[in-house]
T-cell receptor, first 115, second 113 residues
Framework: DAKTTQPNSMESNEEEPVHLPCNHSTISGTDYIHWYRQLPSQGPEYVIH???SNVNNRMASLAIAEDRKSSTLILHRATLRDAAVYYC????????????????FGQGTILTVHP | GAGVSQSPSNKVTEKGKDVELRCDPI?????LYWYRQSLGQGLEFLIY????????KSGLPSDRFSAERTGGSVSTLTIQRTQQEDSAVYLCASSLMRTMEQFFGPGTRLTVL
């Protein structure tokens, strides 16, 4: 599986935007970029995913570099409930891919939100 | 609607005993995954079921671990002769299809004494 690199931790203040970076320099053409987050004592939850174009949903935005070697998860206005571990994951979705379907989690970024 | 449920939420067992962990996926989801998360670690893939296809068991750490999915719905993860290093939170996830977002259950915290 292609590897991602994220900062160990980041801090933000409530109601400010947060930009969580992820490097994936060995990404292949069939890898989708997925973001999940894990709140304390809970299972992970899906945040957003994309392939080439920037993506927006009700939770966040995903900005993908033109060369796809990096991406940024954007929380437009952080709340205390957004404090979690954020995982950037490359998911192979090409036909016949051996890792097709499963998620390979790294260490993620611990986001702390200050009131 | 109901999400993924897992039982028990907590399990304490003695070294050498067998344990069974249960996962009820979201109704209609064809893909089911098991992961485990050791203290302070990221999630580790264990096994994946997709419809009636043979499961992907590539993540099972030893032959003491096995899983089955009956009737394409409920899944049971069995750990035989538990060891202390098996202590972890075991998470189950399901998705409508294997390419779609995964919905995780709350996990089962297993402690092996």
């Amino acid at each position: 599986d292609a590897k991602t690199t994220q900062p160990n931790s980041m801090e933000s203040n409530e109601e400010e935007p947060v930009h969580l970076p992820c490097n994936h320099s060995t990404i292949s053409g069939t890898d989708y970029i997925h973001w999940y987050r894990q709140l304390p004592s809970q299972g992970p939850e899906y945040v957003i995913h994309g392939l080439t174009s920037n993506v927006n949903n009700r939770m966040a935005s995903l900005a993908i570099a033109e060369d796809r070697k990096s991406s940024t998860l954007i929380l437009h206005r952080a709340t205390l409930r957004d404090a979690a571990v954020y995982y950037c994951i490359l998911r192979e979705e090409g036909a016949g891919g051996t890792s097709y379907g499963k998620l390979t989690f790294g260490q993620g970024t611990i986001l702390t939100v200050h009131p | 609607g109901a999400g993924v449920s897992q039982s028990p939420s907590n399990k304490v067992t003695e070294k050498g005993k067998d344990v069974e962990l249960r996962c009820d996926p979201i109704s209609g989801h064809t893909a089911l995954y098991w992961y485990r998360q050791s203290l302070g670690q990221g999630l580790e893939f264990l096994i994946y079921f997709q419809g009636n296809s043979a499961p992907d068991k590539s993540g099972l750490p030893s032959d003491r671990f096995s899983a089955e999915r009956t009737g394409g719905s409920v899944s049971t993860l069995t750990i035989q002769r538990t060891q202390q290093e098996d202590s972890a939170v075991y998470l189950c996830a399901s998705s409508l299809m294997r390419t779609m977002e995964q919905f995780f259950g709350p996990g089962t915290r297993l402690t092996v004494l």
